[in-house]
Structures are given as C-alpha cells and as structure tokens.
C-alpha cells in the first residue's frame, strides 16, 4: 500500500507558476513509476505527466509540454510538478498516482496503469 498526498495548488493568474508535491508513505517509494492527472470541471480525468523510476524517463501530454516539468526526489519520496506559464484551460485538481508496472510509452499515460492515487489538489488560473 502506498499513500499519496498532493500539496501545492492554489489560485494563480495567467502567465504564472505553480510547484505542485505529492507526498508518498508506506511502502517504497522508488519502486514505482508516478504520475499527475488532472481532472476540470464537467471533464474527464486526463494525463498530464509521468516519470518512470528505473531511468526517470519522462512522458508529457501534448497540452503541457515545454510548460510542465516532472520530476522526483526517491530519497525525500516526493513527486513535484513545476507549473509555468499557466492560462485557464490548466484549471483543474490535480491528482498524483503511482504504478508498481514497468512498461514504456503510452503505458504511462492510461489512468489503469497506476495502482495508488492521492486525494488531488485545486488548481485555478484566472484571466
């Protein structure tokens, strides 16, 4: 079993920055890859990024490449997510979840594939 606890959201203009974390606790930490969904009002829940662990291979969605940067610290068991350049269409809560598979691809970006999920935290830009 695997805890997961997402921090970091809030309200932030267009144009700027967030840093989200998630917290993991239980059992360990580097032994599986992670990633932040997020889920906007009367949308379903979609992929946003994901990190592998056995070479911290990265996946972005199409919508947050060059803006969104993953990355994790397995000694801290912490999971972040660096926000820039942040407009409306990022309003959302965001969710961290961890998967014990080891794949490659598009693997990471189906919401099936993660085990573990956090309880999520509010994104909101405004305009």
């Known amino acids: 079993q695997v805890q997961l606890a997402e921090s970091g959201g809030g309200l932030v203009q267009v144009g700027g920055s967030l840093r989200l974390s998630c917290a993991g606790s239980?059992?360990?930490?580097?032994?599986?890859?992670m990633a932040w969904f997020r889920q906007a009002p009367g949308k379903e829940r979609e992929f946003v990024a994901a990190?592998?662990?056995?070479?911290?291979?990265?996946y972005y969605a199409d919508s947050v490449k060059g803006r969104f940067t993953i990355s994790r610290d397995n000694a801290k068991s912490v999971l972040y997510l660096q926000m820039n350049s942040l407009n409306p269409e990022d309003t959302a809560v965001y969710y961290c979840a961890a998967s014990y598979s080891s794949a490659s691809g598009s693997y990471y970006t189906k919401q099936w594939a993660y085990d573990y999920w956090g309880q999520g935290t509010q994104v909101t830009v405004s305009s």
């Open positions: 239980g059992r360990t930490f580097n032994n599986y890859a």
């Open positions: 990190i592998r662990t056995s070479d911290y291979r990265t």
